[in-house]
């Protein structure tokens, strides 16, 4: 009898590719996951761009203090700024953070001289 006789038409190769399907079934239950973690709607938003903030979320400000020394764009929530104080609220706000700041580098706070918002026109 003749191989073709044997398996049929196709001389084999259907029962060869039955065989061949039957040996690397078994892939699915020995794959390793990868991502096995959380779902995506799970997962917490990616990171933005730098500079991709809302614009007027936050005033910025140089500080600059009485030993000469500087500090620019000082971020300041926009909430706290305006009305009849004007900018004054910021540099309150500015003391806190370096006052903060001092605490947990065991330094002294610095004394402000000025603060100017950044990009204002000068007088």
Known sequence: MAPAAAYGEGGGRARRRTRSLRKTSGWRERAFVFDSGAEIDDKPPMAKKPGTNPKGEFAFFNVFY?????????????????????????????????????EKSGRAPLAIKSIERVGAKKK
Do not use: K
């Not at 030993?67 to 929530?77: A, E, I, T």
């Not at 926009?78 to 006052?99: C, H, T």
């Open 66 to 102: 009485e030993d000469g020394s500087q500090r620019s764009n000082r971020r300041v929530p926009s909430e706290l700024l305006g009305g009849l104080d004007g900018d004054e609220p910021a540099r309150g706000f500015i003391m806190e953070q370096d006052r903060e700041i001092a």
